[in-house]
């Protein structure tokens, strides 16, 4: 089955501590994103990559870092340095390659919450 | 910067009846993709429906359709013959051509009455 993962689906971290969330994809999909979503705020996206070994920051970036050295894997690392890191992360990804459209496929999600 | 504004936090809607959720974006762009996701309890987003600006025809997909209105810049998103599986947060979505990044909305949730 093609898809996308996210592991784990909850995760807890102590106050002070960096945490990487997982996600892989085996689309063959140029194009990841990672979103974050909170209640009555929707998505927003914090770091995007079109390509491998490149990424670009979203709106959100400030305490989040990412890489991307592998085409199926884009890991989020959510540091000490997030003033509030309790949220859903969501991430997602599309074809990309300049194609007319990208329709975003989605994981199913990591409930990131700090004690 | 584009915005994409959904006006109701809240819907419910009779079972086997019709609904429609409402948004409004911003953009000064004139080739752009609007979505409209789903989200169910599992959090699973899933696409319901895309429509391509320069389409003057609306989208339909089976019982989902939306009234797109460029000059207004509105996307509404109608469901015939409500079903319990459509009970979910709706979200819209607005893409600038080429851009490859989603920009939401708040989303509305979706109640559907047995």
């Known amino acids: 089955d093609g898809g996308i993962t996210q592991s784990p689906k909850y995760l807890f971290r102590k106050e002070g501590q960096n945490v990487t969330l997982s996600c892989e994809q085996n689309l063959n999909h140029d194009a990841m994103y990672w979103y974050r979503q909170d209640p009555g705020q929707g998505l927003r996206l914090i770091y995007y990559?079109?390509?491998?070994?490149?990424?670009q920051k979203g709106d959100i970036a400030e305490g989040y870092s990412v890489s991307r050295e592998k085409k199926e894997s884009f890991p989020l690392t959510v540091t000490s340095a997030q003033k509030n890191p309790t949220a859903f992360y969501l991430c997602a990804s599309s074809p990309g390659g300049g194609q007319s459209y990208n329709e975003q496929f989605f994981g199913p999600g990591t409930r990131l919450t700090v004690l | 910067a584009q915005t994409v504004t959904q006006s109701q936090p809240e819907m419910s809607v009779q079972e086997a009846e019709t609904v429609t959720l409402s948004c409004t974006y911003d953009t000064s762009e004139s080739d752009y993709y609007l979505f409209w996701y789903k989200q169910p309890p599992s959090r699973q987003m899933i696409l319901v429906i895309r429509q391509e600006a320069y389409k003057q025809q609306n989208a339909t997909e089976n019982r989902f359709s939306v009234n797109f209105q460029k000059a207004a810049k509105s996307f509404s998103l109608k469901i015939s013959d409500s079903q319990l599986g459509d009970a979910a947060m709706y979200f819209c979505a607005y893409e600038y051509f080429g851009n490859e990044k989603l920009t939401f909305g708040t989303g509305t949730r979706l109640t559907i009455i047995p």
């Open positions: 990559s079109q390509i491998v070994n490149d990424f």
